[in-house]
Structures are given as C-alpha cells and as structure tokens.
C-alpha cells in the first residue's frame, strides 16, 4: 500500500485461493462423521498453522494495524465458536466421541472463507484503491496488516471451533453411559 496512490494489494490472488481452498477442504472433511479424539482434531490445526507460517510473513503493529488484526481475530473466533456450537456429537457404542458439521457449522465455515475471499478478490480487481484510502483515513500502516488480519482470521476461527468441539468431545466421553443406547449431544442445544 502506498500512502500517495492510495492502493493495496493484500495478497496475492493465488495465495489468498491457496489457504481458503485448504479451508473448503477442511469443511468438507469435517462434514463426514469422524472421531473427535487429539488426532483427528489435529489435522485442521496443522492444515492452518501450515498456511500461516506461509503466509504470515510478519504482524504489523504501527498505527490502528493492531486494532483491525485484533477485530479480525474477533471475527475469526465468534464465527468458529458458533460453527463448534452447531456441529453435531455423538458418542457409539463403544464410547468413542464422533462429530459432524451440521449444514450450519459448515454454512458459517464457508460464509467467513467466502468473506475473506471476497476480500481479496476485491482488493485485487477494482476496490485496491479504496481500500487503500480507507487504510490511510484510519490509520492501517500496509497490506501486511490486512494479510495478516486475514491469516489470523482464518486461525482463530479454526482454533475456536476445535476448542469448542475438544470441551464438548471430552464431555460428552465423560458423561455416564446411556443404559438404552448411543448418547446423542447436538452441541447446538
């Protein structure tokens, strides 16, 4: 971004396709009924933590680029605990937790990819400009921040959402066994 032209390029269009496609991808795991132990939560973490150790190159602090990297991390945080709350668990007969993101869960999932998209594509085809006076006017130091605001976004949502998912598995898995059949918890309840 440069203070004088008053345009910003956020990232890469292929970059920004790259980490939400690895999003998409991780919502259509996470579709399919799967075991919620350490194991099967830690795919997701490391599929993000991978993409920002790419792509977070630095976290500018100057000017209000903390205060849009915090609302985005916000953001990012609100829209995975609610996606962790409307995803559906169940314990088997055995006593082994399984979960399913339920059409809500997943909906939210892609809403805040879809966003972050958006954004990018935004930036890059027409609304950079704006974008970049926009930045100027409240004080945002360069697209580094809002690359950064956007990966961290993108983590916090995901680390919401298995937070939640890791308390309500380990509940569920604590809860008496039902003597009549598989206990059944929609996290949304």
Do not use: K
């Not at 939400?20 to 991808?25: F, G, Q």
């Not at 599929?47 to 849009?68: H, K, Q």
């Not at 605990?81 to 993101?101: I, P």
């Amino acid at each position: 971004m440069s203070a004088g032209g008053g345009r910003v390029t956020v990232m890469n269009t292929t970059s920004a396709y790259v980490i939400n496609a690895i999003l998409v991808l991780l919502v259509v795991r996470q579709i399919r009924e799967h075991r919620m132990d350490l194991r099967g939560l830690a795919g997701p973490v490391l599929a993000v933590g991978a993409a920002a150790v790419f792509f977070l190159r630095s976290v500018p602090a100057g000017g209000n680029d903390l205060l849009l990297e915090l609302a985005c991390v916000a953001a990012g945080a609100v829209m995975g605990c609610l996606s962790g709350r409307f995803t559906h668990l169940r314990r088997d007969g055995n006593g082994q937790v399984l979960g399913h993101a339920g059409w809500v869960s997943a909906g939210l999932w892609v809403a805040g990819v879809g966003a972050r998209m958006a954004f990018v594509f935004a930036a890059t085809h027409g609304l950079g400009p704006a974008i970049g006076r926009f930045s100027v006017a409240h004080h945002i130091t360069s697209a580094q921040a809002w690359a950064a605001a956007l990966v961290m976004m993108a983590l916090a949502d995901v680390l919401a959402r298995l937070t939640v998912l890791f308390m309500w598995s380990r509940r569920l898995a604590a809860a008496p066994a039902a003597t009549t059949g598989p206990a059944r918890i929609a996290s949304h309840a």
